[in-house]
């Protein structure tokens, strides 16, 4: 008898292959006199379900996440699962059953079947918080028509690369600040050239960059001494991310025995309180202009509050998840860089030698030089391959059945997608561990899927705010390049990464930082 999730999958058929397919059951079932190698053959043919994946059973999930310590390296529990149960494979945990799929062609039939509101996960964990506290959804947890009316208003003055370049002046200002703090940071190690843990420096920049356009103030974070209610911000969102890995993967009768869910909600709670604050002092300077009848001048968070199009708990929601997409993504991915770079002297000489023919001496380069500096472009690239900031992203079949291969999944399907294992595998990427950023140049030999990497995503789900994160680390990377030579710590060794829903270096990443001079300058 046909299961009621294979009845399913033929309904949004063709005609004609929902015929097809119905012949190829009819033939597994078998008909009277066929021979019984004939019978078996023909009943491999049938539809194929959830059910028919192989995958880990849930004791198996619980040795390697939890007993062998996998819950922070999800991102290689991604090979070891493609190597014992094929490129596709079914997992349970939590409150999540899902399709893993850890290949690039199953990826693209799986994104080229998504329909006009595609969805990522169900984010329920960040939507309980949201209806607890009777806030509104952002662009991450809402669905359907509505999110698709939230993008569409949270798009403009953000998506676009003309519109994002409108931003280079704010990006630069807080560069320069970064580039002052980072020469105090140097003269307080005994060496004078050192910093220690670049990657919580970047992130204080990061920080200050995205929350200057989103929020049109400043708000401390390149500060010496940070202000406290910046620095709980800060701690929060830290905290937030950290516990939304075990609140994700551990049965909901956990809330109540372990602290994961009160230190999350706690998090989140603080996140929104900042956030509103900030936004509320806007609102009132824009309303007190627009009641003097002046014109009103500003940027992404005026537009988003003059448009009239969405109302102040909307802002509130919208710029609180916002804010969590637009941090990580611009530090994680220069703190790799940085490290890259630094033990690749060739590699970074190169990139030097580009910036400085584009913008010499103390020139600041525009939006217009980058757009002249392929290398540049091609580092961070190269770096969001190796490390993608979400190793694991996911979709959620919700308008139709999923057809893969001899393989249908109905309506709700969860499909966890393995980016990590997919951007590391070297039938796509040739030596897929080697930091080799010529692989991306448009003349190169090395032509890749054009899956293979998708770091901010893809179709219209892709990451709202890519452009202005490729602003700011291609204007950051190009200055600390044009005034700085890196190194590597001495007897660092090597620095792998851990997932903590983003993935982040196991250890402090320690930078020698060397102030190039006219004179070092020329013998470059």
Same mark, same amino acid.
């Given at each position: ?365 525009? %939006? +217009?030089?980058?757009?002249? /500096?392929? @290398?540049?472009?091609?580092?961070? *690239?190269?770096? #969001? &391959?190796?490390? !993608? ?79 202005? %994160? +490729?602003?700011?680390?291609? /204007?950051? @990377?190009?200055?600390?390049?044009? *005034?700085?030579? #890196? &190194?590597?710590? !001495? ?34």
């Amino acid at each position: 008898m046909i299961s009621p999730a294979s009845r399913r999958c033929f309904l949004p058929l063709s005609r004609g292959r929902g015929r097809l397919l119905l012949q190829t059951w009819n033939q597994g079932r078998g008909v009277a006199g066929a021979a019984a190698a004939t019978g078996a053959a023909e009943r491999d043919k049938r539809i194929k379900t959830f059910e028919d994946l192989p995958g880990p059973s849930l004791l198996t999930n619980i040795y390697w996440i939890f007993l062998r310590g996998y819950i922070l390296h999800s991102h290689e529990l991604q090979f070891i699962y493609k190597k014992n149960y094929g490129p596709m494979w079914k997992s349970s945990l939590g409150q999540y059953t899902s399709v893993n799929i850890a290949d690039v062609e199953i990826l693209e039939t799986l994104l080229r079947q998504e329909g006009k509101y595609p969805m990522r996960s169900d984010m329920e964990h960040w939507k309980e918080h949201r209806r607890q506290r009777d806030l509104s959804y952002g662009p991450f947890t809402e669905e359907g028509h509505r999110w698709h009316n939230l993008r569409s208003v949270l798009n403009k003055r953000m998506l676009k690369p003309a519109e994002a370049v409108l931003y280079t002046g704010v990006v630069n200002e807080v560069v320069t600040d970064f580039l002052v703090r980072l020469r105090e940071i140097r003269k307080e190690t005994p060496s004078g050239d050192m910093v220690n843990d670049v990657a919580n420096h970047l992130y204080r920049f990061a920080f200050e960059g995205i929350s200057y356009i989103l929020f049109e103030t400043r708000i401390g974070c390149l500060e010496k001494e940070i202000p406290t209610e910046t620095q709980k911000f800060i701690d929060s969102i830290g905290s937030m991310l950290r516990n939304s890995v075990y609140v994700t993967v551990l049965p909901k009768w956990t809330k109540e025995v372990f602290p994961y869910w009160k230190r999350y909600i706690d998090s989140s709670d603080n996140i929104f309180a900042f956030g509103k604050k900030l936004i509320d002092q806007k609102m009132e300077k824009v309303q007190a202009q627009l009641e003097r009848g002046e014109e009103v001048e500003g940027e992404y968070l005026t537009y988003l509050l003059s448009s009239g199009k969405l109302t102040s708990k909307e802002v509130y929601g919208s710029v609180a998840e916002l804010l969590l997409a637009g941090v990580d993504t611009t530090s994680n991915t220069l703190s790799w860089s940085l490290y890259h770079l630094a033990r690749n002297p060739e590699i970074q000489n190169a990139l030097y030698q580009e910036v400085i023919s584009v913008a010499p001496g103390e020139s600041i380069p525009s %939006a +217009e030089d980058i757009s002249r /500096m392929p @290398l540049l472009k091609a580092v961070i *690239k190269e770096t #969001l &391959r190796m490390y !993608p900031v979400v190793p694991t992203n996911s979709r959620v079949a919700v308008d139709k059945p999923i057809i893969i291969g001899d393989y249908c999944f109905p309506k709700d399907t969860l499909f966890a997608l393995s980016h990590y294992a997919i951007s590391r595998d070297e039938t796509n990427f040739p030596e897929p561990n080697k930091f080799n950023p010529q692989r991306w140049f448009r003349d190169g030999q090395m032509k890749h899927h054009p899956f293979s990497s998708i770091p901010f995503g893809y179709g219209v789900r892709a990451c709202v705010g890519r452009r202005i %994160a +490729e602003l700011e680390m291609h /204007m950051a @990377l190009s200055r600390i390049i044009q *005034k700085f030579e #890196l &190194r590597p710590e !001495p007897l660092a060794g090597e620095i792998k990464a851990i997932a903590r829903i983003v993935l982040t270096p196991q250890k402090p990443i320690n930078l020698q930082f060397l102030e190039r001079t006219a004179a070092t300058r020329q013998s470059a």
